[in-house]
């Protein structure tokens, strides 16, 4: 059964930043994309990010410029770095494993292209 487990979110101030972790298991090899996504109270889910095996990836127009995604396939991890955060980042956020190898700019925002989201972890940006 593949699973993902998230940490590393928290409280932090408006412009703060914070790192959060994820861990896969449950896959035979590392062959595969990973996807982050969040969803804020009240709201759909929004996947923002794809980090493929090569080193590509995408991320949402939103997070742009201020998040990043970086992986270490031999620990089967993966990380979302968030910089110049806002109170509207607030939400669960949430990792999982892609269907695929890379991420595809037809796809990658799908949920479909992911195996099951993790429990998550919680940011909330806030004075």
């Known amino acids: 059964q593949v699973q993902a487990m998230e940490s590393g979110g928290g409280l932090v101030q408006p412009g703060g930043s914070l790192r959060l972790s994820c861990s896969v298991s449950g896959l035979d090899s590392v062959v595969y994309a990973v996807g982050w996504s969040r969803q804020a109270p009240g709201k759909e889910r929004e996947i923002i990010a794809c980090?493929?095996?090569?080193?590509?990836?995408y991320l949402h127009y939103s997070v742009r410029g201020r998040f990043t995604i970086s992986r270490d396939n031999a620990k089967n991890a993966a990380y979302l770095e968030m910089n110049a955060l806002k109170p509207e980042d607030t939400a669960m956020y949430y990792c999982?494993?892609?269907?695929?190898?890379?991420?595809?700019?037809?796809?990658?925002?799908?949920?479909?292209?992911?195996?099951?989201w993790g429990q998550g972890t919680q940011v909330t940006v806030s004075e």
């Open positions: 999982a494993p892609s269907e695929f190898q890379e991420c595809h700019s037809h796809n990658w925002f799908r949920e479909v292209s992911y195996h099951s």
């Open positions: 980090k493929d095996i090569d080193g590509g990836g």
